[in-house]
């Protein structure tokens, strides 16, 4: 029975002392980006770590329910475009301040999440079945807010007024503040996700994750649990939505509802490695840039090659390690 | 101490307390298939009572009816002076139900001690707690391994360290002696004792007719979803119907 390689193994309490270098290797690569415009780059790398805080958050809400909870959510966008369109539509036709809208739009996402997520948990859908469910759900809200032009514009989008420079209400003449936002927010999603993974409502989620039956025998109500997730993830996508609109100072559905967006988010997750807080940061580390070398590199010269080199990239990062960028990480930082 | 929350003045599991679990009328059906039919049981407060009965006699449907994994067609389940039937299994769990399954149900890519540490409940020092129970079943050397590179054994001790976690007052568990060498066999029955010395009742499916014999004080016989007999082990495994029925004579 006893086992005495594994005794030598076990550690009585995890060490600590590499713990420290992560946390540290994560607070110099947020202050290094913060620095960044301070050094009058061009408005092109600015929008670029913009992009990589926009899509590192998304992949670390996204990973608070598809990576902890198991339960894979091909609809993400639906949230992020719920956000977007609810704090613009706020804005245009009542005045709302944007970051008002921003708190309501994460909270409509929140909410609209509740009412996808309570039949489905419920009921005790399964998770193959669920990332179906949530599938039809981004295409209905892709569709509803494409097919309803009175309200949101449709197709041809909505253009958002450009306030000047007037920070109360999020908006500003140097993009680099817009930049300072999106980095708040993908550090709000970093800790949140931290917060969740360390947690016991985290470990709830991983326990539901690994055995259902087993977690309802321990006492967890796992519907509640479920549901819970999915909002939090939910709000935090929803932001993200307000962050797009006042950025660009324009939302159409394919961009911000589509597939297209909500495959993308999964994609930085699952490549990050979707079991860690930080696989969303890892994730958009390398595909935002890389996004943007193919795009300059390659689709001008040979139009679709860039996504060619781009799906193969894919292919060698999974192949080699299965559980993401986190997975190799792991092996030195148990931590993560 | 490992097991808390024992009442002064009771012990041994021998006295008299009245029955925990009364199972009245069960049955089920699946389709045109009755896997149970019309079954009552009591079980008594502090007992080791076995349930055996032939592959296919309704037992591990039972457990499942109990524990809220299964509705009944008919009947109730009335655990603790409480109507459980056709509740949500973590309500049931919460109420003092702990059921140890036939496959050890343990979360493998967690440790053992975030295995243990998802079954404490609200309050109380629940790492402090971890550790009795590790230590209890001398998997305390293991706490910080991942539960995937456990033997079968123990992962099946893992698993009933992680019902004692939720200090339930009846555990259910399913053949706990299937598939774990001799050696380690000992060790789980004389935790089996253990707990029901202290005050926990014990209602257990079993294949292993010698260890029923020597562990339980009452036995009830399922065969094809009926109750075919009950009383203590001696009387029942004399039993004529029970030894054509279940030890093929």
Request: charged share 15%; hydrophobic share 50%.
């Amino acid at each position: 029975m006893k086992n005495p390689e594994a005794v030598a193994q076990a550690p009585l309490t995890p060490s600590a002392s590499r713990a420290h270098w992560l946390y540290l290797a994560v607070a110099v690569l947020a202050l290094g980006l913060a620095l960044i415009p301070l050094f009058r780059v061009r408005g092109y790398y600015i929008d670029v770590l913009w992009q990589f805080c926009f899509f590192a958050g998304l992949a670390t809400a996204w990973i608070i329910v598809g990576g902890f909870g198991g339960m894979i959510s091909l609809g993400h966008a639906a949230f992020t475009g719920l956000g977007a369109y609810t704090s613009t539509l706020l804005l245009l036709r009542m005045g709302v301040n944007p970051w008002v809208g921003l708190v309501i739009g994460a909270l409509v996402a929140a909410a609209v999440a509740g009412i996808l997520g309570y039949p489905c948990f419920r009921f005790g859908l399964r998770a193959d079945f669920f990332a179906l469910a949530t599938l039809v759900f981004g295409i209905i809200v892709y569709e509803l807010v494409n097919g309803l032009p009175t309200i949101t514009g449709g197709p041809y989008g909505v253009v958002v007024p450009f306030a000047g420079n007037n920070p109360a209400r999020f908006s500003f003449t140097s993009r680099s503040n817009y930049f300072y936002v999106a980095w708040v927010y993908w550090l709000l999603t970093v800790a949140v996700a931290y917060l969740v993974q360390h947690s016991r409502f985290g470990l709830r989620l991983m326990a539901l994750r690994e055995d259902e039956h087993a977690a309802a025998r321990a006492g967890i109500d796992v519907g509640k649990v479920k549901l819970a997730a999915l909002m939090i993830s939910a709000a935090l996508a929803g932001l993200a939505g307000t962050l797009y609109a006042q950025y660009y100072l324009f939302i159409e559905p394919t961009e911000i509802v589509g597939l297209g967006l909500s495959v993308e988010i999964v994609v930085i997750a699952i490549v990050g490695g979707i079991s860690s807080f930080l696989g969303g940061t890892l994730g958009a580390l390398i595909l935002v840039p890389l996004t943007q070398l193919l795009n300059i590199y390659l689709a001008g010269a040979y139009a679709g090659s860039d996504l060619f080199i781009y799906g193969l990239i894919l292919m060698i990062i999974i192949r080699r390690s299965p559980a993401g960028i986190v997975g190799l990480l792991r092996r030195r930082f148990p931590e993560v | 101490m490992v097991v808390q929350g024992e009442r002064p003045g009771v012990g041994g599991g021998h006295g008299f307390m009245g029955s925990i679990l009364r199972i009245e009328h069960i049955s089920k059906d699946y389709g045109g298939l009755r896997a149970l039919d019309d079954v009552v049981i009591e079980v008594e407060e502090g007992s080791i009572t076995g349930l055996i009965g032939p592959n296919g006699s309704g037992k591990t449907t039972l457990f499942d009816i109990i524990s809220g994994f299964t509705r009944p067609t008919a009947g109730r389940v009335i655990f603790d002076g409480r109507d459980i039937t056709g509740q949500m299994p973590f309500r049931i769990a919460r109420a003092g139900v702990g059921r140890v399954f036939q496959l050890a149900r343990i979360f493998r890519g967690m440790t053992l001690f975030q295995n243990l540490i998802v079954y404490a409940k609200p309050g109380g020092d629940a790492k402090q707690r971890v550790w009795e129970i590790l230590r209890f079943l001398k998997l305390d050397h293991l706490a910080h391994q991942s539960a995937q590179g456990l033997s079968y054994g123990q992962q099946r001790l893992l698993e009933l360290g992680c019902v004692l976690m939720m200090e339930p007052k009846l555990i259910l568990l399913d053949e706990p002696a299937a598939g774990i060498n001799p050696a380690l066999l000992e060790d789980v029955m004389e935790h089996i004792r253990e707990l029901a010395r202290r005050g926990k009742t014990i209602f257990i499916i079993e294949h292993n007719i010698p260890l029923v014999a020597n562990l339980c004080q009452r036995v009830v016989v399922l065969d094809s979803g009926r109750l075919l007999a009950e009383g203590d082990p001696q009387t029942v495994l004399n039993d004529a119907r029970v030894r054509e029925a279940y030890l093929g004579g």
